[in-house]
């Protein structure tokens, strides 16, 4: 089982469609959690960290299941500009070094 | 509000040359690191240090060597490159106030022929 697994996708999705990832993880003792934006050749950005309460950000909600051990991101009234790539990614509790990637879920908002 | 720079943006270098892909951040960040990224692939973590004057490998660290010699700075040099090395490099930054989210640097753009 892979560390960090993501549905590759493409998710393709109308304009002011609501889409949700998922993201699970193999180590129950990862602490935190991020999901990160990709725009194509460019570098990764934090999106939001996801806590354990969940949170919202805007159009963004980020849950935590740390039962079922995956995380997920929820975009509503999505917008051309949210067409990315969004990674998901786990840091194991007590090492500040150990951030694990995982590939991405391609999204496409169309017009 | 520079963030983390890397320089230079793009490169194209001989089998067997050398280079230093400088990165530097002035948000005082203890962490940095060093990725590469393959078309298609996910990051791989190639060095990354948690101060200056620490260093250490991670997943990829062949063919590549890094210093940090100050909280800014960390270049990372190649040395006789090799096709296989032709990747996006990007260099990263965290602190445990930020709780670890990272800041990249725009990348830089290898290839190796």
């Known amino acids: 089982r892979k560390e960090v697994e993501q549905d590759p996708g493409p998710f393709n999705v109308p304009e002011g469609a609501t889409v949700a990832f998922n993201c699970t993880y193999s180590?129950?003792?990862?602490?935190?959690f991020f999901w990160y934006r990709q725009d194509c050749r460019k570098e990764p950005k934090l999106l939001m960290s996801v806590y354990s309460s969940g949170n919202e950000d805007g159009r963004f909600t980020a849950q935590l299941n740390r039962a079922s051990q995956y995380i997920s991101l929820l975009i509503r009234d999505s917008k051309l500009s949210d067409s990315a790539t969004y990674l998901c990614v786990v840091k194991w509790a007590g090492n500040n070094r150990k951030l694990i990637w995982g590939l991405g879920t391609s999204l496409a908002v169309n017009p | 509000n520079a963030g983390v720079t890397q320089t230079p943006k793009f490169r194209i270098l001989k089998i067997g040359q050398s280079m230093t892909l400088q990165c530097a951040q002035d948000m005082n960040h203890n962490y940095m690191y060093w990725y590469r990224q393959d078309p298609g692939m996910g990051l791989k973590l190639i060095y990354y240090?948690?101060?200056?004057?620490?260093?250490d490998k991670g997943e990829v660290p062949n063919g590549y060597n890094v210093s940090r010699s100050t909280t800014e700075d960390f270049p990372l040099r190649l040395e006789l490159a090799a096709p296989s090395q032709t990747s996006v490099y990007f260099c990263a930054s965290s602190s445990r106030e930020a709780n670890y989210g990272y800041t990249f640097g725009s990348g830089t753009r290898l290839t190796v022929v």
């Open positions: 240090s948690v101060g200056a004057g620490i260093t």
């Open positions: 180590n129950s003792a990862s602490q935190s």
